[in-house]
């Protein structure tokens, strides 16, 4: 029972004992009275009642009006001075008690304001003290997440369970682009932190590998491991594993998890394939055409007498079997050109980005300006860019000791499987002898050479290169013939303005257990997802949609603005025009994007195994329970309320409205009524609550599952 109930109860106890049961006998009395009879009633006791009985009625009132004041002066902002004064120690280290009330509350909050601003110069000599001591430390982890974070191949670490502890950005981004099925939608697919790496490789064979690198540990061998693999999309992945090995020396050092290197074999596979059919194709036919070849031959020579008709027949069969092998070897060619191509390792590169290397180089080294004209900036290029940089500048150079162009000019387009790049100037015309004698000689630009020749390069890229006249436009061209590549889908980084580490790596996650949902584990120990919907309107019961899911992650006690969900989508039914300056999405927006028989599964499959938290709760899964019979997906994992929280934590707060828990906490957000923006902040608020709660003694899911309960806001139904 709060304090305020239990004053109210003691005056009407006292207010009964002190009048004793003639009052109680006329309370009765009175409620049993029709109006008239109480009208007559008043009027007879105003004129016949004594004075003494009046004025003591009249004082008990007065003394009860003076008892409430008081409690609601002193007893009520002295409860709400505990609750900020626990806020400035636990959550929001910068909100002060708002001096008002009696003389004696103001400056009791005053002396409370200036302890604790007191405490907070303290406060900010340690934090400064104890961030140079850390500061080495934090720069060698800094250094480490930036290496992992720009290698080329996808780096996942693991425990012995499986579970990811860190991964790299290309990790999150390769898979993402594997992507099957409801993991395509909004965050893609299902890698992060604490998530199980069996979801996305096969668990027999991580294991096999586990087991053959003990077997080379306890042997004294080098300990690695590696297999191919397939996803749920066909492609192939090939996996390297070693061993994180636990401190000791020899034998002693037990296999405490595994790091993995993960690369996309597909293409290569494939083109070993073409390459095979190639050899196939033109070696299909080619017995029996060169038997023709040889038959007819042999009978030219062993009849050189033989008449003309006969002779023109033979040398016929010759023509036609040479052109037939010619036009096969000609198809075969054109068909597989990219699989016959030299094995140089070449990279896919925007063919915009040459251009810009050379264009600087160029500038750099010769002084000499540059222009571009005509470029397809979505061209990608098969290339090895630094010979083929180098090739282009050498050309530059030649030009400038030859014919002074007073600038240079850039076209890049496409026809087919090729690419043209044209390295264009204005001059007189260029002799075959000339650009021949460029084209073998090993490469020089001032001090820089190279043993390679124009020529090499052009042959490292399977290409062509040849010089061409302008003449109504008074210039000539070198054109470069490249392959043109048809890359995976393109990896976009997308980014959030953040700081500090990336959040795909934390350095104290080996220890990490099983997150399984236990009820009386920690409020801090477990994993959480973190969600918000905007919607159509207020009531789902009517036939109000969801517009947009955003939520994130919260794992070992951090909210990880990287792993997210964040989804529009289509309601099929045109929006409220009332809602669209609150949401801020329109119906061009939500047409085209996935119902919702496509978006809850893909958003049932990312919070999978987590704790939900929401602010109104009630709200946002009154919907998601409305679509169960539709999309047969049923959300039976616990959910935690921000709203309701807030009010056991803050019992004496008249509002728990998200904006003002916000402020309350110190929490600055962007942007509001934004699903993934709320879900971030309802995020950041269940983080400053989780101490909050546990001064309380709610320290458990299941504490504060009993304890939300209980709050009056918990009655709220939609």
């Keep these: 029972m709060k304090a305020k109930h239990r004053f109210y109860l003691a005056i009407v106890v006292l207010g009964l004992l002190m009048t004793g049961p003639f009052v109680v006998t006329s309370l009765l009395v009175w409620l049993d009275m029709k109006e008239g009879e109480r009208s007559m009633l008043t009027e007879l006791l105003v004129s016949r009642l004594p004075v003494g009985t009046m004025m003591t009625l009249f004082g008990f009132v007065i003394g009860v009006l003076v008892l409430h004041r008081l409690f609601k002066h002193y007893v009520e902002g002295l409860l709400r001075m505990g609750e900020t004064l626990r806020l400035m120690l636990n959550a929001n280290r910068d909100f002060r008690v708002t001096p008002d009330g009696p003389p004696e509350v103001r400056q009791l909050a005053e002396a409370a304001n200036d302890l604790a601003q007191q405490r907070d110069v303290l406060m900010r000599d340690v934090e400064a003290q104890i961030a140079s001591a850390k500061a080495s430390v934090e720069e060698e982890k800094n250094r480490l997440a930036a290496l992992m974070s720009e290698l080329a191949l996808a780096v996942v670490v693991c425990n012995l369970d499986g579970r990811i502890l860190l991964y790299n950005n290309r990790a999150r981004l390769q898979f993402k682009a594997l992507a099957q099925g409801p993991t395509s939608v909004a965050g893609g697919a299902l890698i992060g932190l604490g998530r199980s790496i069996f979801s996305i490789l096969e668990k027999s064979q991580v294991e096999h590998a586990g087991d053959v690198i003990r077997l080379r540990l306890s042997a004294g061998k080098a300990p690695h491991a590696s297999f191919t693999t397939t996803t749920r999309g066909g492609q192939l992945l090939r996996v390297q594993m070693v061993p994180v090995l636990s401190a000791g020396e020899g034998t002693e050092r037990a296999m405490t998890g595994y790091v993995l290197t993960i690369d996309n074999i597909t293409r290569s596979i494939e083109e070993e394939e073409k390459r095979d059919q190639a050899l196939h194709t033109l070696s299909q036919g080619s017995r029996s055409a060169i038997g023709n070849i040889r038959a007819a031959v042999a009978n030219l020579l062993d009849y050189p007498d033989m008449e003309a008709e006969m ?44 251009i810009a290397a050379a264009q600087r180089r160029i500038e750099d080294r010769l002084k000499l300006p540059s222009k571009t004209e005509e470029v397809d900036e979505n061209l990608w290029l098969k290339a090895d860019s630094f010979s083929l940089v180098f090739a282009i500048v050498f050309l530059a150079s030649r030009l400038q000791d030859h014919y002074d162009p007073r600038e240079l000019r850039f076209r890049l387009s496409s026809e087919g499987r090729l690419a043209y790049l044209d390295l264009i100037w204005a001059g007189p015309a260029m002799s075959s002898e000339t650009f021949y004698t460029w084209e073998m000689e090993s490469m020089q630009i001032g001090s820089d050479s190279t043993p390679l020749t124009l020529r090499d390069v052009i042959d490292r890229h399977g290409g062509e290169i040849w010089y061409q006249r302008e003449k109504a436009a008074h210039r000539a061209y070198f054109r470069f013939v490249l392959p043109a590549a048809t890359p995976e889908a393109e990896l976009l980084v997308e980014e959030r303005h953040v700081t500090g580490r990336p959040e795909y790596y934390d350095f104290d996650l080996f220890n990490f257990e099983d997150q399984s949902i236990d009820l009386d584990r920690k409020l801090a120990d477990l994993t959480y ?190």
């Design 311 to 354: 002779r023109e027949r033979f040398l016929r069969v010759i023509d036609d079997e040479v052109a037939k092998r010619s036009q096969s070897i000609d198809q075969t060619m054109s068909q597989f050109s990219d699989s016959l191509k030299t094995r140089w390792p070449l990279d896919d590169m925007l063919g915009v980005d040459i």
């Design 529 to 718: 997802t973190v969600f918000d919907t905007e919607t159509t309107g207020l009531e789902p019961s009517k036939g109000d949609e969801i517009i947009q899911i955003g939520a994130a992650r919260i794992v070992n006690n951090r909210l990880l603005r990287r792993e997210t969900f964040d989804q529009l989508v289509d309601p099929e039914m045109p929006l409220k025009p009332e809602g669209i300056p609150i949401h801020g999405i329109t119906d061009d927006m939500v047409r085209g994007q996935p119902n919702i028989d496509i978006v809850l599964p893909a958003f049932h499959a990312f919070c999978e195994d987590t704790v939900l938290i929401a602010h109104n709760a009630a709200f946002d899964m009154r919907f998601l329970q409305l679509k169960e019979e539709q999309t047969g997906i049923r959300f039976t994992q616990p959910v935690l309320d921000t709203l309701l929280l807030s009010a056991v934590a803050h019992p004496n707060q008249e509002s728990h409205k998200l904006d003002d828990i916000l402020q309350r906490l110190g929490i600055k957000i962007e942007t509001r009524h934004n699903a993934l923006e709320d879900a971030l902040a309802t995020g950041e608020v269940f983080l400053k609550l989780v101490p909050l709660l546990e001064a309380k003694g709610i320290v458990t899911v299941r504490q504060a599952l009993e304890a939300s309960e209980k709050t009056y806001f918990a009655r709220v139904k939609y």
